[in-house]
């Protein structure tokens, strides 16, 4: 018989993981505390580099359960969450999502789950590049200079073309701009 285990995480040191514990032990799961893993660290860190999810993924063995409370707890990443989840079942781990009613994600069910949820997450992903690309493509129309602004004045950047067509090293401009050697670069691929 496998063995139970939870994977508890908070994003920051002011939270806790306490209220995760306890929503596993209500939903009647037994879990010895040593097979209890928390973990401080954002969610957008992929899962497999956060040090105590790697830890526990290590332990793990076939017919083991990992019970998660949000699927967020993975991650907030839909395709990382799908490919640990894809992981553990391809090493014989099932991944209980106690927000999704409890649902075994390696399950045909939760494989669906999975499916729905990817494909949400794609979509919200495209409509953020259309409306980024959109916000882009008005502000260009409308004249406004895109990036961050030059630290270089267009004088300061006219002298530099200058100094660097009679010799002058990257290092000295940038010394006496106070500015990296890529700038004083930046400056010169802008005027090729």
């Given at each position: 018989m496998?063995r139970t285990f939870a994977y508890?995480r908070v994003s ?24 209890i893993?928390?973990e401080?660290?954002?969610?957008s860190?992929?899962?497999m580099?956060?040090t105590e999810?790697a830890?526990?993924v290590?332990?793990?063995e076939a017919?083991d359960?990992?019970?998660v409370t ?8 839909a ?10 079942a391809a090493?014989g ?23 729905v949820i990817a494909?949400?997450?794609e979509?919200e992903?495209?409509?953020?590049i ?6 882009l ?6 004249g406004?200079t895109?990036?961050r602004p030059?630290s ?5 950047q ?14 000295a ?5 106070g ?9 010169e691929?802008r005027?090729l």
């Amino acid at each position: 018989m496998g063995r139970t285990f939870a994977y508890c995480r908070v994003s920051t040191g002011d939270q806790t993981t306490d209220n995760q514990v306890r929503e596993v032990e209500a939903a009647g799961f037994s879990v010895d505390p040593k097979r209890i893993v928390t973990e401080t660290i954002s969610g957008s860190t992929a899962a497999m580099e956060r040090t105590e999810f790697a830890r526990l993924v290590d332990r793990l063995e076939a017919g083991d359960v990992l019970i998660v409370t949000k699927l967020d707890r993975l991650g907030r990443n839909a395709m990382d969450v799908r490919a640990t989840v894809e992981r553990l079942a391809a090493d014989g781990v099932r991944v209980h999502c106690l927000a999704l009613g409890g649902v075994d994600l390696t399950s045909a069910a939760g494989k669906m789950t999975m499916g729905v949820i990817a494909a949400v997450a794609e979509f919200e992903r495209d409509l953020l590049i259309e409306r980024t690309q959109s916000g882009l493509s008005r502000a260009k129309a409308a004249g406004k200079t895109l990036g961050r602004p030059s630290s270089l004045s267009p004088d300061q950047q006219r002298t530099i073309v200058a100094e660097r067509s009679k010799g002058t090293s990257l290092g000295a401009l940038a010394k006496r701009y106070g500015v990296s050697r890529a700038a004083i670069q930046r400056v010169e691929k802008r005027t090729l």
